[in-house]
């Protein structure tokens, strides 16, 4: 029976994730090492905490070279918060750690200013036009999403750029193409509109969810 593998690299909040995806519809299994994804439909990679510790993780658990081909390959994936970071080149938390490079790009951290950082609550989410490439619910309008980050994902290109929020200053809030989404956000602490988020999720995807 297919799957979503949510992988455990010891850098997630995974049963808060696992719940939220659960409740969005879809078998879920906690997976921690590669060879346990087979016959897997799409994988999750959440995580929480720092760029150089999330990436060190993911190599020592042998995730690294999976999780590339599997994107490349255009299969269903999504990523959130660290696990959307970590798809960028490298990040100003740890210099010389090389990020996944999926993403042309680097992750920075906010300024300091008038705000507070980290980022820690709820804001406002704008969705591209074309509803960030079909998986949000609404095209072209305003969300609301719970966060929690110090950094932000700066793409070398826009057209990764699937919703975008301002905190300090405009910032991308989702990543998607082809069959990728990854948020910033969390959609496990975003109550109605995150499990709406993963049910769309589930369903461009085609398996699980709501139809």
Known sequence: MAFTGLIDYGMGNLLSVSKALAAAGGEIRIVRDPAELTGADRIVLPGVGNFGDGMEHLRDSGFVPFVREWIRADRPFLGICLGMQML??????????????????EVVRFPEGSEKVPHIGWNEVTVRPGGGNGFFPESGAAQWFYFVHSYYVRPSDPDWVAATCHYILPFAASL?????????FHPEKSQESG?????????????????
């Open 176 to 184: 998607s193409r082809g069959n990728l989404l990854a948020l910033q």
């Open 195 to 211: 499990l709406r988020l993963l049910r769309a999720f589930f369903q461009k995807t085609g398996i699980g969810g709501e139809k």
């Open 88 to 105: 960028l080149e490298r990040s100003e938390e740890a210099p010389g750690v090389p990020g996944l490079g999926i993403v042309p790009g």
